[in-house]
């Protein structure tokens, strides 16, 4: 996961008076070149936004609003001694204070938007890499909670981007934006989908797509261990399903009841039509000899694909009637692939439910019934733990005061009471 620290530093030179806020920078800094966007009338503070690749983005705001808005900021501008007062603070005030931020300019810019109440120029319905950017920024600077106004009509229009063409080429981000915002439904979502769509590049390394490394996202160090288990595991199930009918058909006795053979009638011949049409089917799709679970680099996406192209040719009887027809004969890959991937359980760790947690309430999302369940089930536990912490202590607490009530100061205490 992304650092939430922040990217830039105040930048500062000598100054006479006592560094309360941010000390200027020299004037004949190389940023006259650079756009201006100035956020308000009284605006004290210069934020120069530099990327890698484009010249850097100068906005002029209001220091105290910003510094309201998030502890990183605050802290970047005051040094942890903002609102204290001395003699100079007229003299500061004169002062054009700078400050550096590294990050996606449009981003910072709708962050300050907002501080500054521009709600007119705040997008209704911003694009996924809009968010995506927004997200990062609220995130690294921790003001997601100035979100709140907008976060859930933001956060309805990705609650079908499962379905979207493009979704498995820009999940992370999706998924990246459900974790800023809380939304749980969404977050499992895009799990499912980077676990369905990633797979193994010649470097050993877990990829999506598009063969960008899921390491090199912003996912949770936990979370990218889950998908990776999660992707192995789902694989072999699949794999193995492949692999029973096969080794059953080429192995079984003469004498077993058949399996795949719906109709119960030439059964022996069916099944060996189908045996004799797969494997030939399967060598052709890359998939025989079927391959060992850790050696297999494709997603698990791709190998579903390559299965449900895969047609067995039906047995066909001499003088059957059409209800007597083998065409409804297989053997049971499609249904096994169906229940793996229905059976696909992605656990998260308490540690990202408890942030899905504190996101959704940060930002006004309301909690999907797991996250509720998930909710009850913490506080219960918070209660029984407390309520335990005070059994423990209370027995030696009660044989404390016994042995004050019995000790000779007490009870020279009690005497002269009762007298």
Not at 110 to 128: G, Q
Not at 377 to 391: C, G, P, R, V, Y
Request: charged letters at 25%; glycine letters at 6%; aromatic letters at 6%.
């Amino acid at each position: 996961m992304e650092s939430t620290e922040p990217q830039g530093e105040a930048s500062q030179t000598p100054t006479q008076t006592p560094p309360r806020a941010l000390t200027p920078i020299p004037e004949t800094e190389a940023t006259s070149g650079s756009p201006v966007m100035d956020f308000h009338r009284d605006a004290d503070l210069r934020v120069i936004v530099e990327t890698p690749h484009d010249e850097p983005t100068v906005y002029m705001v209001c220091g105290s609003a910003i510094a309201c808005a998030s502890l990183v900021w605050r802290s970047m501008l005051y040094h942890n001694t903002a609102y204290s007062h001395d003699v100079e603070d007229e003299t500061k005030h004169e002062q054009i204070q700078t400050i550096r931020l590294n990050g996606d300019p449009e981003a910072i810019g709708l962050l300050f938007r907002i501080i500054h109440y521009d709600f007119k120029h705040v997008p209704k319905e911003p694009t996924l890499d809009q968010l995506f950017e927004l997200g990062k920024i609220a995130c690294q600077y921790r003001c997601t909670h100035i979100l709140y106004p907008w976060a859930n009509q933001w956060i309805s229009r990705l609650s079908d981007f499962a379905a979207e063409d493009n979704c498995y080429s820009e999940c992370h981000k999706a998924l990246y934006v459900a974790w800023t915002f809380g939304e749980l439904k969404l977050y499992r979502d895009m799990v499912d989908a980077l676990i369905v769509s990633s797979g193994i590049n010649a470097h050993g390394k877990i990829v999506n797509i598009a063969g960008q490394p899921l390491e090199d996202m912003l996912i949770p160090r936990d979370l990218l261990d889950i998908i990776v288990e999660t992707r192995a595991c789902t694989i072999a199930k699949i794999l193995d399903a492949v692999k029973t009918p096969i080794h059953a058909l080429s192995h079984g006795k003469q004498a077993q009841r058949s399996t795949y053979c719906r109709i119960g009638k030439d059964s022996q011949a069916c099944e060996t039509m189908m045996l004799g049409s797969i494997i030939p089917a399967l060598t052709k799709a890359g998939l025989f000899p079927i391959p060992e679970p850790e050696r297999f680099t494709g997603s698990i996406e791709y190998l579903q694909n390559k299965l449900e192209m895969i047609k067995t040719v039906p047995y066909v009887g001499k003088e059957w009637m059409p209800h007597m027809s083998h065409e409804s004969c297989n053997l049971g890959i499609g249904e096994s692939i169906t229940v793996c991937l229905k059976g696909m359980m992605v656990p998260l760790s308490g540690s990202i439910m408890s942030w899905m947690s504190d996101q959704a309430k940060t930002c006004g999302i309301e909690p999907t019934q797991e996250l509720k369940d998930w909710q009850q089930k913490s506080e219960d536990a918070s209660l029984e733990h407390a309520t335990e912490s005070d059994l423990v202590h209370h027995p030696k607490n009660q044989v404390k005061e016994e042995r004050d009530s019995t000790s000779p100061e007490s009870a020279q205490e009690n005497s002269e009471t009762a007298s």
